[in-house]
């Protein structure tokens, strides 16, 4: 079994969000999966999201592509 969280902030979170669902139903489609729960949830920011080491060259390279 596997669970994935996905926390994304910004200015076009509503449409990566849709974007993103609707990936995974397609790829549940694709191999017949019946015993699934897609999620998705507004969250309070607090200010304290985490970034996996291995995301952090991308997200500098967005940043500086915003300067």
Request: with cysteine; aromatic share 6%.
């Amino acid at each position: 079994m596997k669970k994935l969280k996905v926390v994304i902030k910004g200015e076009h979170e509503e449409e990566m969000g849709r974007e993103m669902l609707s990936g995974i139903y397609g790829v549940i489609q694709n191999y017949g999966y019946t015993d699934v729960s897609v999620r998705a949830d507004t969250i309070a920011d607090r200010g304290c999201i985490q970034i996996p080491e291995f995301l952090k060259p991308h997200v500098q390279s967005v940043k500086e592509r915003r300067v």
